[in-house]
């Protein structure tokens, strides 16, 4: 969340999905993979420039989302823990979407690190990605916190 170009910032996800993925896959959580998986198609839809993304592709990634979730809450034997996974992603895609970097940092904070946060505590135990997970929400104050000092020196205060 230190990335000061957009496009750095998603291709970063995008691997950082890969590697979730796996790790998700290999703990037996079907829809954290799942998600993650996704998360790496969302990414590439988000490399697009501003006028190329139309609305279709925001409903394909979420129909994608849904369509995960119910796999891995079905066949995938997840069963209502698919959800917080499926709520992660989802709140990140629209947050992505529609906000700016900094209002794209508080959701962050606010409300997708602490789903997967949950994920990785209570339905993965993945003692790995509660760490990666604190550090992430560290990182996002930190943002906040540059971003706000230097909002103060550029009006002078």
Same mark, same amino acid.
Request: hydrophobic content about 50%.
């Given at each position: 969340?230190?990335?000061?170009?957009?496009?750095? %910032?998603?291709?970063?996800?995008?691997? /950082?999905?890969?590697?979730?993925?796996?790790? %998700?896959?290999?703990?037996?959580?079907?829809?954290?993979?799942?998600?993650?998986?996704?998360?790496?198609?969302?990414?590439?839809?988000?490399?697009?420039?501003?006028?190329?993304?139309?609305? @279709?592709? &925001?409903?394909?990634?979420?129909?994608?989302?849904?369509?995960?979730?119910?796999?891995?809450?079905?066949? /995938?034997?997840?069963? @209502?823990?698919?959800?917080?996974?499926?709520?992660?992603?989802?709140?990140?895609? %629209?947050?992505? @979407?529609?906000?700016?970097?900094?209002?794209?940092?508080?959701? =962050?904070?606010?409300? +997708?690190?602490?789903? @997967?946060? &949950?994920?990785?505590? &209570?339905?993965? %135990?993945?003692?790995?990605?509660?760490?990666?997970?604190?550090?992430?929400?560290?990182?996002?104050? +930190?943002?906040?916190?540059?971003?706000?000092?230097?909002?103060?020196?550029? =009006?002078?205060?």
């Amino acid at each position: 969340f230190q990335f000061k170009n957009t496009i750095v %910032f998603y291709i970063a996800q995008m691997s /950082g999905n890969v590697f979730f993925a796996v790790s %998700f896959f290999l703990l037996g959580n079907v829809a954290g993979g799942l998600m993650n998986l996704m998360g790496l198609f969302r990414g590439m839809i988000m490399l697009l420039p501003n006028e190329k993304k139309r609305t @279709w592709h &925001l409903v394909l990634i979420n129909c994608l989302f849904v369509g995960g979730a119910v796999f891995a809450g079905t066949v /995938g034997g997840d069963g @209502w823990a698919c959800l917080v996974s499926f709520a992660a992603q989802t709140t990140g895609t %629209f947050s992505m @979407w529609y906000g700016t970097d900094k209002s794209i940092r508080w959701v =962050q904070l606010c409300a +997708i690190s602490p789903l @997967w946060m &949950l994920n990785n505590t &209570l339905i993965s %135990f993945s003692i790995g990605g509660i760490i990666c997970e604190a550090f992430s929400m560290i990182s996002t104050i +930190i943002y906040l916190i540059r971003v706000r000092k230097r909002k103060k020196v550029a =009006q002078g205060a």
